[in-house]
């Protein structure tokens, strides 16, 4: 791994960023909205690896992460700077730098800002009408199937890499304004490169209410494919959060919650995430009403495909994503 603090251009490019507003505290750090305080720093940002300013750089996000955190920092700026990151349903890198101010070092990581937030955060507020769930679940299972190497990119992948995305939840979802998702936040990848051996220490990583039951009994093998299983779990828990929220059978929805909030609450316990999804074997509630919409009673079995018990009977995020794109063209509202 190359310490991309000790890298050229645009790792150190000292763009002039402004943090404007602080708009989530995470695992490492914290995430602002940021705005370029000069035209030329926009300059900077045009590099090969960076052929186009996106939109004008009017705004961007800057993830700081402090000092202790730099290997986390480290980690996320290696997946993001693989050739195979460029596509449309996947947050956009922009620069990544070490900030020494007075007494203070901080590493930054520079991506693209998206208004809505995650899309945690647009389901707080926000109700989502049928079209607009094919939409989210359409892009966001297109971003993790090329991710995963399901399908050819459209910026040149590199051959044959799978990234294993190791802690999805709808956090890590963002949406853009048209509504269409990327996926954010690297700091666990795993990439698989064909040939290569892989050393993985610490198999029970992620966000535990978001763990498949193999994580939680620490039980899992070190394959690609129980990696992007594991994933592929975390995605049918984030179809059903959009599910609760859409209109199509009651205009109100139902109050957004987190998975499994409503059974252990807003801190579980590994202990209580144990107990509940692999003892109990107990998943999110399914609301009887949405048996009466031809769309969401398809994508019940969908979503129970992929939160399977048994890992290998999952559904892969390509699949998914073509039922979803089937679902969204044969079911209007
Ligand atoms: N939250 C986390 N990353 C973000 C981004 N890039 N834009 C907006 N909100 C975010």
Redesign the pocket.
Known sequence: TVDPSLAPTPSQSSLNLQLLEL??RGRYGS?WKAQLSDQDSCKDLITSENPVIPSALKHV?VKVFPLQDKQSWMAEVDIYRLSHMKHDNI?RFIASERKEETHVTEFWLI????EN??LSDYLKSHTITWAELCKIGESMTCGLAYLHNEIPGTYGSMANLAIAHRDFKSKNV?LKHDLTACI?DFGLALKFEPGKMFNETHPQVGTRRYMAPEVLEGAICFSLDSFLRIDMYACGLVLWEMMTRCTAVNEYAEIYRLPFEAEVGLQPTLEEMQTLVVTQKVRPAINPAWHQHQGLCSLISTVEECWDQDAEARLSAGCVNERIRQLACTVNS
């Open positions: 708009r989530a995430l996000a947050l991506t693209e800002f998206h937030g995650s963002l954010a």
